[in-house]
Nanobody, 118 residues
Framework: QVQLVESGGGLVQAGGSLRLSCAAS????????MAWYRQAPGKQRELVAG???????SYADSVKGRFTISRDNAKNTVYLQMNSLKPEDTAVYLC????????????WGQGTQVTVSS
């Protein structure tokens, strides 16, 4: 059974920083693309940042220059460094990964709350 567990969320003032982590565990043969999404109350889930297995990255326009996604393949972990946080970044942040286990599928973590106060 594959699991993704996020950590690192919390309450921070505007302008502050947080670092989110998402670790995959279980019977894992390989991990492909990994990504961070977020969902604010009453809004659709949106893609924040993605990283390929080779390290290529992409970002939503709203976070470019402020957020950095990275991964540690040895630890099956993806990170999201969030700087210059704004109140509009407040949301539940979820990680997603394409994982080859006994079958290949897209897996989601349970989410971690990020709250940015003004």
């Amino acid at each position: 059974q594959v699991q993704l567990v996020e950590s690192g969320g919390g309450l921070v003032q505007a302008g502050g920083s947080l670092r989110l982590s998402c670790a995959a565990s279980g019977r894992i043969f390989s991990i492909g693309a990994m990504a961070w999404y977020r969902q604010a109350p009453g809004k659709q889930r949106e893609l924040v940042a993605g990283i390929s297995s080779s390290g290529s990255t992409s970002y939503a326009d709203s976070v470019k220059g402020r957020f950095t996604i990275s991964r540690d393949n040895a630890k099956n972990t993806v990170y999201l460094q969030m700087n210059s946080l704004k109140p509009e970044d407040t949301a539940v942040y979820l990680c997603n990964a394409v994982i080859q286990s006994y079958s290949t599928g897209s897996f989601w973590g349970q989410g971690t709350q990020v709250t940015v106060s003004s």
